[in-house]
């Protein structure tokens, strides 16, 4: 919705409230035309009802405000005598148009002196529950809010299974834009597998004053502009979403406003320098270790190393055998009783499950293994015996295709040899032509809203022939530090500014194991209360805060001793 068509709504909202109030103010001892006055009918309003005047404030935050109309009308009716469950009910399921029927009634009596305590012991609880679900929506919308890492786009830096709290403030605190939506929720009602909110209407994009701008290299977490899934892990085609119900990502932003950057060989160049990476920026690339002996999986266990594959031969598998090695494998090889094998992860199958199947297996010594690693892990590699060599794999060939950004065929970049491009600057004006128009179209035409046509000979934005154009938003481009496995900028292109949500500051827990059931689950004691950011090795403060909290309940229970 346009600011006219919300300033429309608003008119109208104060005219239905008019027409079902004025004679409820008149009742109460006020004048009737303090009904129709915008935010001064709403403060009139809580001194009929007894409620203090800062809930009128709550009227103005989105997600807060449904809530506390509900609790409004309840309260307006309960003020003119409608106590029962029935009342409640009614105004309620007719969305306060009960009030209505009250205010045109010949019996409507003001209760002047009505208590304000929940006259049941649930009356009490629900309302301490509404109460809870305000504050805690306010927090999670406007200061902080907790995420879980569920893949590995970061790994080594942030871990799958890394509980996250992520600042909404540092950045500035993006307003909710999508008007009706069920609060402490994302994109689906938990158990129901719904919707939480409805497409229309959407506020206009408003953004808090932050306390620090995006810098290079910031981890950041953002709505996915791709936007291509209802939940991770589930392919399907395209899922239009509002923005601020997209999914969320977290990468790391490489480029920022104004930038050009490029990819050569794997390494991230910003404006012509190499970029620096922070200290726990933990980079991986694939690399292909290789030992005419065979690479034995425990030795690289033993040395640390977890990300790598490992292929078994089964003698004899069967189909019943086979569904219960499933849950352990990421791919076979051959068809056949006499030629089948399977690929794992590092984990390997679980020496319980071959007892139970009974199955013969013997893993292969590999002459080659592919692996992720980071550049200083490879050099460990390099000294293990029995390694000949390990080599860094980079993508060289550069073929026209439409994998990666701008996902056109002209264009021939690929995941370790990219660009030049130039990350676009609010205000920032370029040269626009045929060639490089597929850089910058989404933006022109999706991100900020324009009309576009190309002829053969002109571009036309808005109608009007075109050779330049000039951005209206900030642009940043996100890419996760396991580079060949991490789907970022390199495949869907720039992060406007208004997809932007926070910054991580703060891993309060850890699970290794998190995706393999709880069984598997292993705390990292190590990673609990711990900071994203920082310099020199990380360091849990969770000693810290354990005996601070001892500490305070000592403190309690002997007051209440001393108290006694």
Not at 107 to 120: D, E, G, H, I, M
Request: net charge positive; glycine share 6%; proline share 5%.
């Amino acid at each position: 919705m346009t600011i006219f068509e919300w300033l429309l709504f608003f008119f109208i909202l104060q005219v239905v409230h008019f027409l079902g109030t004025w004679k409820l103010y008149k009742v109460a001892g006020f004048k009737i035309w303090y009904a129709i006055i915008p935010v001064y009918n709403a403060i009139i309003l809580m001194r009929i009802i007894k409620r203090p005047k800062w809930w009128v404030i709550l009227l103005f935050i989105p997600t807060i405000n449904l809530i506390l109309f509900a609790v409004i009308w309840i309260e307006t009716i309960r003020s003119f005598g409608k106590n029962t469950f029935k009342d409640t009910f009614l105004v309620l399921l007719t969305f306060g148009f009960y009030i209505y029927l009250i205010n045109y009634g010949d019996k409507t009596v003001y209760v002047a002196n009505r208590s304000l305590r929940p006259r049941t012991g649930f009356g009490e609880t629900l309302s301490s529950i509404i109460w809870a679900v305000v504050l805690a929506t306010i927090f999670h919308n406007y200061i902080i809010q907790p995420y879980i890492i569920p893949t590995g786009s970061l790994e080594k830096s942030l871990l799958i299974g890394d509980f996250l709290f992520v600042s909404k403030f540092h950045y500035g605190a993006r307003v909710p834009m999508t008007a009706v939506s069920a609060p402490m929720v994302h994109d689906t009602i938990p158990g129901f597998k719904i919707r939480s909110y409805l497409k229309y209407p959407q506020y206009p994009y408003l953004r808090l004053p932050s306390i620090q701008s995006i810098k290079r290299n910031d981890i950041v977490v953002f709505s996915w502009p791709a936007d291509t899934v209802r939940q991770f892990f589930v392919r399907e085609k395209r899922v239009d979403k509002p923005i601020d119900k997209k999914s969320n990502y977290v990468k790391r932003c490489v480029g920022i406003p104004g930038d050009t950057l490029e990819i050569k060989d794997g390494f991230v160049y910003a404006n012509g320098l190499k970029n620096i990476l922070p200290e726990r920026a933990k980079v991986q690339y694939t690399f292909n270790a290789y030992s005419s002996k065979g690479i034995s999986s425990r030795k690289l266990i033993s040395k640390g190393f977890e990300d790598f594959n490992r292929t078994y031969k089964i003698e004899n598998i069967t189909e019943n055998s086979y569904q219960t090695i499933v849950p352990h494998i990421i791919g076979r090889i051959g068809n056949t009783v006499e030629n089948f094998k399977v690929i794992t992860s590092s984990k390997g199958l679980p020496p319980e499950v071959i007892r139970k199947t009974g199955l013969r297996v013997s893993e292969i010594l590999e002459q080659k293994k592919e692996m992720s690693l980071t550049l200083e892990e490879s050099a460990i590699l390099r000294k293990i015996s029995g390694i000949d060599s390990v080599i860094q794999s980079i993508n060289k060939i550069k073929v026209p295709n439409e994998t990666f950004f701008p996902n056109k065929i002209t264009y021939n970049w690929n995941e370790d040899n990219f660009g030049p491009l130039l990350i676009p600057k609010k205000g920032m004006t370029i040269n626009l032509n045929h060639k490089n128009l597929p850089l910058y179209k989404k933006i022109i035409n999706e991100y900020e809203g324009n009309q576009l046509e190309i002829k053969p000979s002109k571009i036309l934005i808005n109608g009007v022939d075109s050779e330049q154009y000039t951005f209206k938003k900030d642009y940043y481009w996100m890419m996760g530090d396991n580079r060949h496995k991490s789907e970022d900028s390199r495949f869907w292109g720039f992060v406007p500014d208004d997809h932007i949500v926070g910054k991580p500051i703060f891993i309060w827990f850890s699970i290794k194991g998190i995706n393999d059931g709880i069984k598997n689950w292993k705390i990292r004691w190590d990673r609990v209360f711990t900071t994203v950011d920082g310099i020199g090795k990380r360091r849990s403060y969770f000693p810290y805060f354990l005996t601070i909290l001892i500490l305070w309940q000592g403190f309690v229970f002997y007051r209440k001793r001393k108290n006694k």
